[in-house]
């Protein structure tokens, strides 16, 4: 069926009204008229599929040219006008029939190497903000046909693409319908990044952990999907979203696979040891400095209670005090330019290091202590799960400053008992420490040989 | 509602976990007392004794079939559940306050200890907030979590290692249950120390059918008189009878030997890590009262175990000081003694006698 509409160059001139970056192109002798937005386009697919063709040729021609397969005839006013949106150029003949042609290409940056998750050993690229470039990278490692990507809209007015992947066979088919109905709930005019979209996810939003797992490196993804895990890709975002989450990924790098398995359980070791550090460090030494100062040897203890005697502040403001302006250094030198921030670094560490104890503001001990767990906060590879723990190691200090090792030992629980009744999309998050499974153990606390994975 | 069920093996650690409670601190010192010398023997038979009762249990969970045994006693004929109705209700009432004395028989020992000057009503009701947060996950919850707090706080064992070289196989004497004072309320004791198994009842129908699933209470039970035991044997070689009748938390003073580079009196620390076995079998006994009011009323769980821990906590709030708390608690372990022998019997008692009116 034919649309017919003698006025269809103005009915969508109108539409885009004001839009003063929509570019028309004419050929009168041809009556052809293309609408395209010329910063969407690529010039040179232009030139091959819009220009060169049309140029230098009768009208009788005209027919001919359009019945090539890049030229899609549009029927609707609606396809039409998001046609030009999604970077295709509109050709209108004679004003009544409308073609689109595909000849998007994005101007984005090229890849480059992973800036946040880097490793030592092993692949470097990450993705971009081009979720095609995105896409093909994991398609170049998975080369099979198993692999399906699902396409949806998110954000009534932004029309935002996003993929969902995953591959037939191993992922299961109710945790892709499960994600789908999810997601296909989600009701917003925009969204920006895929870790804003996680948020509207999440089962618990009062919940201080991450619940879905993201990550800017295909590597990772593409083993996320080879584990039966179900991968987002959101155009815009460098970043994919895996799920179902577990706890423990967040603790895992690839360096642990590319490395000796030796080296890679050791610094998993490592990394919970830092965990462990993170947490309770600077609350260990205010509920030793409050309740529990029998634990620590005669000969240390003298040196203990010196480095405290001139501090005039109790232990708790002691700590919180230094505690935050570690804080203030972080976030400070996250939102500056490398250059300025090795500064930062240096009034932070020695000026407000040193000149702290020196002015009798907190002790020699605590700055050692909120340094190590400070360090310790940045061995866990990723940088959403270590703002979880530091928000955690600030309850734990307050805590700690009410009942000492009771109050620690208190939170604690509870931080175990919200973590075990976590879930990720039917799966628990707390897998697989709860529920318990040895088999899985080789791959989260150690990295065992790969020849030991094989059931 | 299908109920999440959890796999067998987990029964090994809600059944140690369960068992292993505040009485382990005192337990060398109570054998001591009421045994005299070379007490500890006497954990082996009352050990034997335990695993009899546990086959008790292994045999209705098989003749029932992972049944939940609320519904074996109600099926036994119609008017049976207007009979037990009342019992349920007093049961449950009697589990909660039971749980609520554990509760604060640990937390008077940890003011004793190393909280002197700090209000005990504190630490009672932070103890009542987790036990309250952690029943109302749900069952799977708390086995996933009895799971956790296992692997936590069971490497403290290895700390016996430290007290081999002072081990002195002179202490334990040649003399057997010599200077036994009670030796009969000694049995009573100790037997108390090994209660808890009997919340495997009430797990029935939580646990997957699996083929020979029931081994691992006994496993459970097998890993409890082990370290019960060697924590006593080391307690006999490390003190001698009169020292141990004289302490009243051995198992404490042996932990304030140990001295590393950094740090020392790890006691505090481990004594601490014990809350977690303490809230296990808190939560345990909640989570049997929640189950067994829940076939009386139709509440949501938040407001029964609120309504449970609130019972429990007033009806213990005029036992005050440390001994009136210990007698309380001594009082109703001795009931719960006389229920985990008598429910055992009357279920299969009910089991045999359906069996037998079926043909």
């Given at each position: 069926?034919?649309?017919?509409?003698?006025?269809?160059?103005?009915?969508?001139?109108?539409?885009?009204?004001?839009?003063?970056?929509?570019?028309?192109?004419?050929?009168?002798?041809?009556?052809?008229?293309?609408?395209?937005?010329?910063?969407?386009?690529?010039?040179?697919?232009?030139?091959?599929?819009?220009?060169?063709?049309?140029?230098?040729?009768?009208?009788?021609?005209?027919?001919?040219?359009?019945?090539?397969?890049?030229?899609?005839?549009?029927?609707?006013?609606?396809?039409?006008?998001?046609?030009?949106?999604?970077?295709?150029?509109?050709?209108?003949?004679?004003?009544?029939?409308?073609?689109?042609?595909?000849?998007?290409?994005?101007?984005?940056?090229?890849?480059?190497?992973?800036?946040?998750?880097?490793?030592?050993?092993?692949?470097?690229?990450?993705?971009?903000?081009?979720?095609?470039?995105?896409?093909?990278?994991?398609?170049?490692?998975?080369?099979?046909?198993?692999?399906?990507?699902?396409?949806?809209?998110?954000?009534?007015?932004?029309?935002?693409?996003?993929?969902?992947?995953?591959?037939?066979?191993?992922?299961?088919?109710?945790?892709?319908?499960?994600?789908?109905?999810?997601?296909?709930?989600?009701?917003?005019?925009?969204?920006?990044?895929?870790?804003?979209?996680?948020?509207?996810?999440?089962?618990?939003?009062?919940?201080?952990?991450?619940?879905?797992?993201?990550?800017?490196?295909?590597?990772?993804?593409?083993?996320?999907?080879?584990?039966?895990?179900?991968?987002?890709?959101?155009?815009?975002?460098?970043?994919?979203?895996?799920?179902?989450?577990?706890?423990?990924?967040?603790?895992?790098?690839?360096?642990?696979?590319?490395?000796?398995?030796?080296?890679?359980?050791?610094?998993?070791?490592?990394?919970?040891?830092?965990?462990?550090?993170?947490?309770?460090?600077?609350?260990?030494?205010?509920?030793?400095?409050?309740?529990?100062?029998?634990?620590?040897?005669?000969?240390?203890?003298?040196?203990?209670?010196?480095?405290?005697?001139?501090?005039?502040?109790?232990?708790?403001?002691?700590?919180?005090?230094?505690?935050?302006?570690?804080?203030?250094?972080?976030?400070?030198?996250?939102?500056?330019?490398?250059?300025?921030?090795?500064?930062?670094?240096?009034?932070?560490?020695?000026?407000?290091?040193?000149?702290?104890?020196?002015?009798?503001?907190?002790?020699?001990?605590?700055?050692?202590?909120?340094?190590?767990?400070?360090?310790?906060?940045?061995?866990?590879?990723?940088?959403?799960?270590?703002?979880?723990?530091?928000?955690?190691?600030?309850?734990?200090?307050?805590?700690?400053?009410?009942?000492?090792?009771?109050?620690?030992?208190?939170?604690?629980?509870?931080?175990?008992?919200?973590?075990?009744?976590?879930?990720?999309?039917?799966?628990y998050?707390?897998?697989?420490?709860?529920p318990l499974s040895l088999k899985?153990?080789?791959?989260?606390?150690?990295?065992?040989?790969?020849?030991?994975?094989?059931? | 509602m299908q109920n999440e069920t959890f796999k067998p093996f987990y029964l090994f650690f809600i059944t140690?976990?369960?068992?292993?409670?505040?009485?382990?601190?005192?337990?060398?010192?109570?054998?001591?007392?009421?045994?005299?010398?070379?007490?500890?023997?006497?954990?082996?038979?009352?050990?034997?004794?335990?695993?009899?009762?546990i086959g008790l249990i292994a045999i209705i969970y098989r003749f029932n079939k992972g049944e939940s045994i609320f519904q074996t006693?109600?099926s036994?004929?119609?008017?049976?559940?207007?009979?037990?109705?009342?019992?349920?209700?007093?049961?449950?009432?009697?589990?909660?306050?039971?749980?609520?004395?554990?509760?604060?028989?640990?937390?008077?020992?940890?003011?004793?200890?190393?909280?002197?000057?700090?209000?005990?009503?504190?630490?009672?009701?932070?103890?009542?907030?987790?036990?309250?947060?952690?029943?109302?996950?749900g069952i799977i919850?708390i086995v996933h979590?009895t799971t956790?707090?296992?692997?936590?706080?069971?490497?403290?064992?290895?700390?016996?290692?430290?007290?081999?070289?002072?081990?002195?196989?002179?202490?334990?004497?040649?003399?057997?249950?010599?200077?036994?004072?009670?030796?009969?309320?000694?049995?009573?004791?100790?037997?108390?120390?090994?209660?808890?198994f009997?919340v495997i009842l009430f797990m029935f129908p939580y646990i997957s059918k699996e083929k020979s699933g029931f081994k691992y209470v006994f496993w459970g039970?097998?890993?409890?008189?082990?370290?019960?035991?060697?924590?006593?044997?080391?307690?006999?070689?490390?003190?001698?009878?009169?020292?141990?009748?004289?302490?009243?938390?051995?198992?404490?003073?042996?932990?304030?030997?140990?001295?590393?580079?950094?740090?020392?009196?790890?006691?505090?620390?481990?004594?601490?890590?014990?809350?977690?076995?303490?809230?296990?079998?808190?939560?345990?006994?909640?989570?049997i009262?929640?189950i067994?009011?829940?076939?009386?009323?139709?509440?949501?769980?938040?407001?029964?175990?609120?309504?449970?821990?609130?019972?429990?906590?007033?009806?213990?709030?005029?036992?005050?000081?440390?001994?009136?708390?210990?007698?309380?608690?001594?009082?109703?372990?001795?009931?719960?003694?006389?229920?985990?022998?008598?429910?055992p019997?009357?279920l299969l008692?009910?089991i045999?006698?359906k069996r037998?009116?079926?043909?």
């Open positions: 069926m034919m649309y017919i509409n003698k006025n269809l160059s103005e009915q969508l001139k109108g539409r885009f009204d004001d839009c003063d970056d929509l570019v028309t192109k004419t050929f009168p002798e041809l009556e052809i008229e293309v609408l395209f937005f010329g910063h969407l386009v690529g010039e040179e697919e232009l030139r091959n599929n819009i220009i060169q063709p049309f140029s230098n040729i009768k009208i009788d021609e005209v027919n001919n040219i359009l019945r090539r397969k890049e030229f899609k005839e549009e029927e609707d006013l609606n396809s039409m006008a998001n046609g030009i949106l999604e970077g295709k150029a509109l050709v209108i003949f004679k004003n009544t029939l409308a073609y689109t042609v595909d000849i998007y290409v994005p101007k984005t940056r090229s890849v480059s190497a992973a800036e946040i998750e880097t490793v030592i050993v092993g692949p470097k690229e990450a993705f971009i903000e081009d979720i095609g470039t995105n896409l093909s990278m994991i398609r170049r490692r998975i080369k099979s046909d198993r692999l399906k990507v699902l396409s949806y809209k998110i954000g009534t007015l932004t029309q935002t693409k996003m993929y969902l992947l995953y591959i037939e066979g191993i992922t299961s088919s109710v945790l892709v319908k499960e994600l789908q109905e999810k997601i296909s709930e989600i009701d917003i005019k925009g969204i920006n990044d895929l870790n804003q979209l996680v948020q509207y996810l999440d089962k618990k939003p009062l919940s201080i952990f991450p619940q879905y797992f993201t990550t800017e490196r295909p590597d990772v993804s593409t083993s996320k999907l080879l584990e039966g895990r179900v991968i987002c890709l959101l155009d815009g975002s460098p970043y994919s979203l895996s799920t179902p989450t577990s706890f423990f990924e967040f603790f895992q790098s690839p360096d642990d696979y590319n490395q000796r398995w030796i080296l890679g359980t050791l610094s998993r070791a490592l990394r919970f040891a830092a965990l462990a550090i993170t947490l309770f460090a600077s609350a260990f030494y205010v509920a030793v400095s409050m309740f529990q100062y029998e634990i620590i040897p005669v000969k240390l203890l003298h040196e203990f209670i010196k480095s405290r005697s001139d501090v005039p502040f109790n232990p708790l403001i002691e700590a919180l005090i230094i505690e935050s302006i570690i804080e203030l250094l972080r976030e400070a030198g996250a939102r500056l330019p490398s250059k300025i921030g090795q500064t930062i670094g240096i009034v932070g560490g020695i000026v407000i290091g040193t000149a702290a104890v020196e002015a009798g503001f907190s002790s020699n001990i605590l700055i050692i202590v909120v340094s190590i767990s400070a360090i310790s906060s940045f061995v866990v590879p990723h940088i959403i799960m270590t703002a979880s723990l530091r928000i955690a190691r600030f309850i734990f200090i307050i805590l700690a400053s009410i009942a000492g090792f009771f109050g620690i030992i208190f939170g604690f629980i509870i931080l175990l008992i919200h973590l075990c009744s976590l879930k990720n999309m039917g799966e998050y707390f897998k697989p420490i709860a899985d153990l080789k791959d989260t606390i150690i990295r065992a040989p790969y020849q030991f994975f094989k059931k | 140690y976990m369960t068992q292993m409670g505040i009485v382990f601190f005192s337990l060398p010192n109570s054998i001591a007392t009421h045994f005299g010398y070379n007490g500890w023997i006497m954990i082996i038979p009352i050990s034997v004794v335990v695993c009899i009762q006693i109600e036994l004929n119609s008017k049976a559940k207007m009979i037990v109705m009342p019992l349920y209700i007093s049961l449950s009432i009697f589990w909660s306050i039971l749980s609520v004395t554990i509760a604060k028989h640990y937390v008077h020992v940890m003011k004793f200890l190393y909280f002197p000057q700090t209000d005990m009503q504190w630490f009672v009701l932070l103890t009542l907030i987790l036990t309250f947060y952690l029943v109302t996950r919850t979590i956790i707090f296992f692997f936590l706080s069971a490497p403290i064992i290895f700390l016996l290692f430290y007290f081999v070289p002072d081990f002195s196989f002179l202490q334990f004497s040649t003399f057997l249950f010599n200077e036994n004072t009670d030796f009969y309320g000694g049995i009573i004791e100790v037997y108390t120390a090994f209660l808890g009997e039970h097998l890993y409890t008189s082990f370290v019960y035991l060697i924590v006593t044997i080391f307690c006999y070689g490390f003190n001698s009878i009169q020292q141990l009748t004289r302490q009243v938390y051995p198992v404490v003073t042996l932990m304030k030997y140990i001295e590393f580079e950094f740090i020392e009196r790890l006691d505090s620390i481990i004594f601490i890590l014990f809350y977690l076995k303490v809230l296990i079998t808190i939560t345990m006994y909640v989570w009262s929640l067994t009011l829940k076939r009386v009323v139709k509440w949501s769980d938040n407001l029964i175990v609120f309504v449970l821990l609130a019972v429990g906590y007033l009806a213990t709030l005029p036992f005050v000081t440390k001994k009136e708390s210990i007698s309380l608690l001594s009082a109703l372990t001795n009931v719960q003694l006389f229920i985990s022998v008598i429910l019997l009357l008692m009910i045999f006698k037998r009116s079926n043909g």
